[in-house]
Nanobody, 126 residues
Framework: QVQLVEAGGGLVQVGGSLRLSCAAS????????MAWFRQAPGKAREFVVA????????AYADSVKGRFSISRDNAKTTGYLQMSSLKPEDTATYYC???????????????????WGRGTQVTVSS
């Protein structure tokens, strides 16, 4: 089992930056993929970014490439989503997800993740 707790959301102005964290407890060693999804009001949840903690590979949604970055700490207990050049359309609830068996082609699909956090709100004001 893995438990995930997000933090770091808040209100930021257009063009600003914010760093979200996702504290993971349980078994995070070995094969472990952490992803971030987001859901804006009235819209479906969408993939933002995913990273394999074992080999360091990553994948980003086109909408955030060059602006967002995923990372983790060396202890492999916390994942981070660094967001910069924020836009109003980045406003959403951001969810951390993780899985230990997911294959890369499934990283973009929320139903393939076994573990989810409760989300943290990010609001970008203009």
């Amino acid at each position: 089992q893995v438990q995930l707790v997000e933090a770091g959301g808040g209100l930021v102005q257009v063009g600003g930056s914010l760093r979200l964290s996702c504290a993971a407890s349980g078994r995070t060693s070995g094969r472990f993929v952490m992803a971030w999804f987001r859901q804006a009001p009235g819209k479906a949840r969408e993939f933002v970014v995913a990273g394999n903690w074992q080999d360091g590979s990553t994948a980003y949604a086109d909408s955030v490439k060059g602006r967002f970055s995923i990372s983790r700490d060396n202890a492999k207990t916390t994942g981070y989503l660094q967001m910069s050049s924020l836009k109003p359309e980045d406003t959403a609830t951001y969810y951390c997800a993780a899985d230990r068996t997911i294959i890369r082609s499934s990283w973009y699909t929320e139903s393939q993740y076994d573990y989810w956090g409760r989300g943290t709100q990010v609001t970008v004001s203009s």
